[in-house]
């Protein structure tokens, strides 16, 4: 069934009077017009799923799935901790330890991170927030679902093949992924499972330019998208540079295990480095499509439970570009020690990442500067992801230094160093989003209670987990090994270490306690629960099958702010007699109450 | 050689500060004003005063065992104290701003969004951070790749120097000496108290290894000499050490490379040049001569891996030259 | 549209100029190959963006002073269902599959694929279900 949308109408913000009659949460007009959430007719039940195009209905099926493979993900953290307890631990034997990281860190990579964002949150969300009724392709959309799931079980179920699943790391440098170092199917199948998913990814992106591109509501100019559309746009352009490139990275690996190519074997005059090379010009742009859209997220959070605009708007749009731009130079800054490639070229465009990073810090702390802060459970999570992230990004840092890094790659500061990072951006600030759009998606809260305990557990365990394994990896303790001996001095802090896990495994407990609770005795949310800003708010919660029914004057990047707080509107100057002859300008065309 | 005497207490409370417990420390906000700044002027100062006391902090850290592991671990502790300074300034800033900032009324705060002098303030600053650590890191890399001519017998300064190529494998490693014929070799199963064979090494001069890979790539480490570096099939790599310390050194291969890369172990024992002779000499008498050392050991494959017909024509080798 | 068209412009001439510093520097192919495939991403439909940008009647949401009523009238049109996505992506999943398990995957894959294309093209000229 084909839907042909029209605009939705114009709501003249006039009525609904000023800040005060909306008080801390502020809603939308859902007294305007009929609800239109039941307006479509399509097939019901699982063919409903089957069938829908609907952006929101794909992206609730992203996040579902990813979050399953980040709970399977995060139970193999666990057993791999376990089994690092203890020395001479023998919980897992050597090639189920493999099989372990290496699936630990491809679901986590490749399966959630990634998804979980550019699939789950931004399909959601972006053309919520630039007022669009759905993604630019809705067929493509959904096959890039499909593709999805049908990647993501290929690669959980390579663990029941013969020969079990890859066990190479999830970098699969060759010639350890040849067919003679690896030649089970599960091998084969986490290729295949990276050309699937890979597609997925790249028509995500597509879907994600076009929209902000095309379908951008009037008055929605690209210097008013909220940041986090604008990173998920970038984040979209770095998916079309780099997918690419891991997809003929693939196919050609795929060739020489089963074609006879000889494209990385040093026998037939390959080069194994080049491997390496397509690798990380995909690797470090995917770093990249993992952090910018939690940045965005955060992004989002801070200024609506601190009651203020985003500081440095433009700024942050700059930064989020350089950084796109920097990272695709970068990539062998993972390769120093291998010995062949330029050396200051990779460290200092990797330092310079760090510049645009810090812009984004300090536009953060400019955004709760002087507000009114609330610490809600979104807000909480977006603190651990600040301080998580600042930890990971400043040893980043030293890992820029080719030096620094013979001394310490491929050792557990690395891993620790990643793991802040990634930890920092996916799960704190992923979570932070999860609590902050969940009452948009379902139209009901979560449990604050639950919430911040999730958080406090989470946060507890996450610095006793990581900060031994920066000490550790200072140690010496190389990453990806399933033992080590007594003497090595390393078993204190890996008890520590594991410890913290299962710290961190306990603190989802409460998050899934959190959802049971809002599925029995759902508390209803309202539009606008915690006074958001931006255009996702102003529409009802679930909003109806195309998004809006209204539409408020989008002369900012939050709107739905513009429309509940008239008097409280951006102050466009830094003087107090410029702001009044600004806001003596703008009535005519905003409408607003005089 | 004892590295974590003085280190992890300066770094991680500082980070622990930053991060660990707003909650209790939101009781102390009333008094805020009175304590922020001189807790904020502590936190900097304390890295500066403790960086007096030793310039070079090892944040747990070895020290190097030699000349360039020394050089590492200066610029590493130097970034580590420039990254603690700038991590507890940014998280104190942060901390600051939450319990500074707490909502204590519906008041509607003022809504200001730009302020362009700050923003190019932090953004050059950083600029300015960065481009002194890339100076020091650009330094320091020269010391430490810089390596002397792959014949020279001496350095320019007039110091020895000493061969070794190192040949890693599905798993274990091959040390040898083409300058006085002795080649030694362990893997899994075999070496000193079954931890892998033992590189012995002279202290006071300049060792260049050669490092290549028979089969995957490899990463040969030693942790006291601040220093890895991948053994790539196809690839031959060199670098230099100057020893400074007798001792035996722990290494390990860091890069994933099957199914006992955990068990990859060896160790380097440092000994005085006449100590080294003596072994030298030992082992020749002993018969752990390069007329021994294997024509490939890249055709045999390696052991645990299956080969069939279709993929032997894959079978790396190690004869390849450098890229 | 002149803002989406001069940001990727300048991200691809980014790409450029760093892919030649990196050849002269190091003479590597791999990278530079795909710094200038990235450039060239950037720079295409970037200039093709300004092309149109001063062609073309401007997006209503790209007029700072545009109201909704500006846009009023068809956006487009959006498949509210179709169940093409979903046999296209279990065609690729066995196609893929094949590659694994054996050619006698093939033809499920195929079928699959067929069909999910043709449908999907009747769909969109019929413009509803099919």
Not at chain 1, 515 to 526: D, E, F, I, Y
Not at chain 2, 296 to 309: K, L
Not at chain 3, 27 to 51: N, Q
Not at chain 3, 96 to 123: D, N, R, Y
């Amino acid at each position: 069934m084909t839907t042909t949308i029209e605009s939705p109408e114009l709501i003249e913000p006039e009525e609904p009077g000023g800040p005060d009659a909306h008080g801390p949460g502020g809603h939308g007009p859902e007294d305007h017009g009929p609800d239109h959430a039941h307006e479509h007719h399509g097939p019901t039940g699982i063919l409903n799923w089957i069938t829908s195009t609907d952006h929101k209905v794909i992206g609730k099926s992203y996040m579902i799935t990813s979050l399953v493979l980040f709970f399977i993900s995060g139970a193999m953290a666990l057993v791999i901790r376990g089994q690092l307890a203890d020395p001479t631990s023998s919980l897992v034997n050597f090639q189920t330890y493999n099989e372990l990281f290496t699936m630990h860190g491809s679901l986590m990579l490749y399966l959630f991170a990634g998804p979980f964002a550019f699939g789950g949150l931004a399909n959601y969300i972006v053309p919520l927030q630039v007022g669009a009724p759905d993604m630019a392709y809705p067929r493509l959309n959904a096959l890039s679902y499909w593709l999805y799931l049908g990647g993501s079980s290929m690669m959980t179920f390579s663990f029941v093949v013969a020969g079990g699943a890859a066990s190479f790391g999830w970098v699969a440098y060759a010639p350890l992924s040849n067919s003679i170092n690896s030649p089970g199917a599960g091998t084969d199948m986490w290729l295949l499972s990276l050309g699937l998913t890979g597609f997925s990814a790249i028509f995500t992106g597509v879907n994600l330019v076009a929209t902000i591109f095309y379908l951008r509501a009037p008055g929605m100019t690209m210097f008013r998208v909220p940041i986090f559309s604008w990173n998920m746009l970038v984040t979209g352009i770095l998916i079309l540079i780099a997918f690419p490139v891991l997809f003929g990275a693939v196919v050609m690996l795929f060739c020489d295990r089963h074609f006879g190519t000889h494209i990385y074997s040093v026998s037939g005059g390959g080069v194994p480095v080049l491997w390496q090379h397509l690798f990380w010009f995909f690797g470090h742009p995917e770093v990249y499509i993992l952090a910018l859209p939690y940045f965005g997220i955060v992004t989002d959070i801070i200024p609506a439970f601190s009651r203020k605009p985003l500081f440095g708007y433009r700024g942050m749009v700059f930064a989020t570009l350089s950084i796109a731009a920097l990272s695709t130079g970068v990539w062998a800054h993972h390769m120093f020690t291998t010995g062949v490639v330029l050396l200051p070229f990779f460290s200092l465009l990797s330092y310079l990442i760090a510049v645009p990073t810090g812009i984004k810090f300090f536009n953060w702390i400019g955004t709760m500067w002087g507000g009114q802060l609330s610490f809600q459970t979104p807000m909480l999570f977006s603190m651990g992801f600040l301080f998580a992230f600042l930890m990971g990004g400043v040893t980043g840092v030293l890992l820029a230094s080719p030096p620094v890094d013979f001394m310490t790659h491929d050792t557990y500061f690395v891993v620790a160093h990643f793991h802040q990072v990634l930890i920092g951006t996916t799960v704190f600030a992923g979570f932070a989003g999860f609590y902050f759009w969940y009452p948009k998606m379902f139209g009901r809260m979560l449990n604050e209670r639950l919430g911040k305990l999730h958080f406090w557990f989470l946060f507890v365990g996450f610095w006793v987990t990581f900060v031994p394994q920066y000490l550790v990896g200072l140690r010496g303790m190389p990453r990806r090994i399933a033992d080590y001996l007594p003497t090595n001095g390393w078993t204190f802090l890996n008890e520590m270490s594991t410890v913290g896990a299962m710290i961190i495994g306990f603190s989802f407990l409460f998050f899934f306690v959190n959802l049971v609770t809002s599925w029995r005795n759902p508390v209803p949310a309202g539009d606008n629960p915690w006074d958001g800003g931006a255009l996702e708010w102003f529409t009802s919660s679930p909003p109806p099958h195309h998004n809006f029914t209204h539409l408020p004057p989008i002369r900012s990047e939050r709107p739905t702010w513009d429309y509940n707080h008239p008097e409280h509107r951006k102050d466009e100057s830094h003087g107090d007699k410029r702001h009044r002859e600004h806001e003596q300008k703008e009535p005519e065309t905003v409408g607003a109450p005089s | 050689m004892n590295a974590f005497t003085n280190g992890s207490p300066t770094s991680l409370p500082a980070h622990e500060h930053t991060g660990a417990d707003p909650a209790a420390e939101v009781a102390a906000t009333p008094r805020r004003r009175r304590w922020a700044r001189p807790a904020v002027g502590a936190a900097v100062a304390a890295p500066l005063v403790l960086g007096g006391c030793n310039m070079y902090p090892s944040y747990g850290a070895s020290r190097g065992a030699t000349k360039q592991g020394q050089d590492t671990f200066k610029l590493f502790s130097g970034m580590m104290t420039t990254g603690v300074i700038i991590g507890v300034f940014v998280g104190l800033l942060i901390l600051f701003t939450i319990l500074r900032y707490r909502r204590r009324s519906e008041e509607m705060p003022k809504q200001f969004h730009e302020s362009i002098p700050i923003e190019i303030l932090y953004t050059g600053i950083p600029v300015l951070v960065v481009a002194f650590l890339f100076l020091f890191t650009v330094l320091t890399e020269n010391n430490v790749d810089a390596t002397v001519p792959v014949n020279a017998t001496v350095t320019s300064t007039g110091t020895p120097v000493e061969h070794v190529r190192v040949t890693a494998f599905q798993w274990g490693w091959r040390f040898s000496y083409p300058d006085h014929n002795v080649s030694i070799a362990g893997d899994v199963t075999n070496g000193p108290g079954g931890h892998g064979p033992q590189m012995v090494l002279p202290v006071g001069e300049t060792v260049q290894v050669t490092l290549v890979s028979n089969d995957v790539i490899h990463g040969f480490y030693v942790r006291d000499f601040n220093f890895s570096r991948y053994a790539l099939p196809g690839v031959t790599n060199f670098f230099d050490l100057d020893i400074l310390h007798t001792g035996t050194y722990a290494g390990q291969c860091t890069q994933i490379c099957g199914l006992y890369h955990t068990e990859m172990l060896f160790s380097v024992k440092a000994v005085t040049p006449a100590a080294f002779q003596t072994w030298l000499s030992g082992e020749v008498a002993a018969g752990h001569t390069l007329q021994r050392e294997p024509q490939s050991e890249a055709n045999t494959p390696p052991p645990y891996t299956h080969v069939t017909p279709s993929n032997a024509l894959a079978a790396p080798s190690s004869k390849k030259g450098s890229l | 549209m002149r803002v989406n068209g001069s940001f990727l412009a300048v991200i691809g001439v980014f790409f450029a100029v760093i892919g030649i510093v990196y050849w002269f520097w190091s003479y590597e192919d791999a990278g530079f190959l795909m710094l200038m495939g990235s450039a060239l991403l950037g720079i295409l439909p970037g200039g093709y963006y300004l092309w149109w940008a001063k062609r073309m009647k401007p997006l209503e949401g790209d007029e700072p002073e545009a109201t909704v009523a500006d846009g009023a009238g068809v956006i487009d049109s959006f498949p509210g269902s179709s169940i093409w996505p979903f046999l296209l992506g279990l065609g690729a999943f066995f196609a893929t599959m094949t590659f694994v398990f054996g050619l006698w995957l093939a033809p499920i894959a195929a079928a699959l694929g067929l069909s999910a294309v043709i449908g999907a093209v009747v769909e969109s000229r019929r413009g509803g279900t099919v």
